[in-house]
């Protein structure tokens, strides 16, 4: 059970969004992604929910909501996409090829 919220403020933390979350019921878990070269919040996360009834709460009640300056989006996470492997093998992109 986990719900995406979207449009979140840069000065989010863990703390304030499980703060948000827990009126809706328990919040087993948050996540909020960082930036690799900055590490900054990336504007998302995910709340983990005790209960379906308690993430749908949540959505109906958040979803929209203007919440630290911003409309925030929440619905349904979805399942990570397996979007395949970026290492492997030479290709040639353009320009000559040099063997």
């Known amino acids: ?3 995406y919220v979207g449009n979140l403020s840069y000065e989010v933390t863990e703390d304030s969004l499980n703060a948000v979350f827990a ?3 328990s919040v087993k878990r948050v996540q909020l992604p960082t ?3 900055t590490g900054r919040v990336r504007g998302f996360g995910f709340v983990e929910m ?3 009834a308690e993430e ?3 959505i109906e009640a ?3 909501a203007e919440w630290m300056g911003r409309d925030l989006k929440v619905n349904k996470a979805k399942p990570k996409e397996d979007r395949g492997s970026f290492g492997g093998g030479r290709r ?3 320009g000559r ?3």
């Open 1 to 3: 059970m986990s719900v």
């Open 23 to 25: 009126e809706y019921g």
């Open 35 to 37: 930036d690799r070269e």
């Open 50 to 52: 005790g209960t379906d």
């Open 56 to 58: 749908t709460a949540a």
């Open 62 to 64: 958040l979803d929209g």
């Open 92 to 94: 040639n992109y353009g």
């Open 97 to 99: 090829n040099r063997y």
